[in-house]
């Protein structure tokens, strides 16, 4: 008897410590179900409208217009909005059929709209298309009637990537699966560093955000490009997203 009442007094203090440190190192999982419960938000549907001109040869074709829409990231809580410029501009497409030389494609936005989540159309307008880093920013028209609270933010103490370090990517599915919020978890396969840095991450989406264990901001999924061309899909990193970012505000004001 007296030894089964000695046994409960060294189980029952190892269960509370085990109780404790649980709650004090929290799992990837648990950090996860929070981030997707409070940033959720931050990745947005965005509707455009375009008319689209094509010539090659010396002939034109008849104009088109094209509405489509692309999973985008909310950077700022003005709406300024970053996504992968392949999802919303269908020039290398277009070029990638043609198959000419002397092909043109003229896209000319006519409508832009961010979606929020309460199925209000926000009136918007395409800031900047950089080709070269596959990337388009997007703000409000009206940018004082309009406030995004929930938006990506760059942590200054986050750390660098590594090989096999765990991830996951937030999206929104689309109008036919109510646009729920997903997370898809993956792993580093791959670490860039020069001529630019990139990630090279699994199970990504274009213009869809990035977190690590610890729900940090690592950046966007976009597509490095070659010849005009999508070659793979690829993580942009925060900090030159947000080094753009500023620099299309200050061209624009």
């Known amino acids: 008897m007296n030894f089964i009442f000695s046994l409960r007094g060294v189980i029952a203090p190892v269960f509370i410590l085990v109780f404790?440190?649980?709650?004090?190192y929290s799992t990837p999982e648990k950090v996860w179900g929070k981030l997707l419960k409070e940033k959720a938000d931050c990745v947005t549907w965005v509707s455009l409208t375009m008319r689209v001109e094509v010539s090659a040869s010396g002939r034109s074709m008849p104009p088109q217009e094209q509405q489509i829409e692309?999973?985008?990231?909310i950077i700022a809580d003005d709406g300024l909005t970053v996504l992968s410029l392949t999802t919303v501009d269908p020039k290398s497409k277009i070029l990638a059929r043609i198959r000419s030389n002397s092909a043109s494609v003229q896209v000319n936005y006519t409508e832009v709209l961010i979606l929020k989540p309460d199925g209000t159309e926000i009136p918007a307008k395409i800031l900047l298309k950089d080709a070269d880093l596959d990337l388009a920013f997007v703000l409000p028209i009206d940018t004082k009637a309009n406030s995004f609270p929930v938006h990506c933010s760059k942590n200054k103490q986050s750390k660098s990537l590594k090989v096999l370090d765990?991830?996951?990517?937030m999206g929104k599915l689309g109008k036919n699966l109510y646009r729920q919020s997903t997370l898809r978890r993956g792993w580093v396969n791959a670490v860039i560093e020069k001529p630019r840095q990139y990630f090279v991450i699994e199970n990504t989406r274009a213009?869809?955000?990035v977190f690590d264990t610890e729900a940090?901001?690592?950046?966007?999924a976009v597509y490095k490009m070659e010849r005009?061309?999508?070659?793979?899909?690829?993580?942009?990193?925060?900090?030159?997203?947000l080094e753009i970012a500023e620099q299309v505000r200050t061209r624009t004001k």
Not at 70 to 73: D, E, Q, R
Not at 166 to 169: A, G, L, M
Not at 216 to 220: H, S, T
Request: hydrophobic share 50%; proline share 9%.
């Open 70 to 73: 692309a999973l985008g990231t």
């Open 207 to 209: 213009g869809t955000p």
């Open 166 to 169: 765990e991830i996951v990517s």
């Open 216 to 220: 940090n901001w690592l950046g966007v």
């Open 228 to 241: 005009a061309q999508p070659s793979a899909l690829v993580t942009l990193p925060a900090h030159d997203i």
């Open 20 to 24: 404790f440190l649980s709650e004090l």
